[in-house]
């Protein structure tokens, strides 16, 4: 029995090395249909975080033994209530906000990791959430995170979001990021 299962175990360990040069992954057939999406929405708005003043939407709840001594703050997490706005000015029309919260999650480069809720206030998606988890490379142009649910308009969502840094203060901190969803749902 050992022996087998001994064999068996050098067989797949054999037909792991094989593939091992090869690609790590491949189309397969779906064993069941997916859901059917009805409808793509656009979304477009600006995400302004804001470190100064004495309302902050963006605080600093922890750090690791190490974070401040790592060049990209590796270890940091910050909780935040971001406004949500139509045009890239805060005094723009406020259409939700964006809560949740980040950490730094890259050891050598700066590299988020965000965990969002985009809660809408405003027209048709108001009191619609889109919940959006991934990577943020924040000092890439482009950034894509995926969009990996929703709530009310947005049950059953999908999609990505594409973040650009419009505007960042360096004094401040504060910054302006637009944002362009694209969510099936
Ligand atoms: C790192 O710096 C922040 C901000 O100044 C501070 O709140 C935090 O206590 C520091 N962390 C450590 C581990 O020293
Ligand atoms: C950047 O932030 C500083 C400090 O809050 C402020 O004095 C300055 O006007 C800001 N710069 C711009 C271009 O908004």
New binding site residues.
Partial sequence: MASLLLSLFSTLLLAATITECEAYSKTVKAPYPGPKPEKLTHLHFYFHVIDSGNKPTDV?VA???T??SSATNFGLVAIDDDPLTMGPDITSDEIGRAQGMYASTDQNKFGLLMAFNFVFTKGEFSGSTISMYGRNAILSKVREMPIIGGTGAFRFGRGYAQAKTFVYNTTSGNAVVVYNVYVWH
């Fill in positions: 600093l750090t690791g033994p974070t401040n």
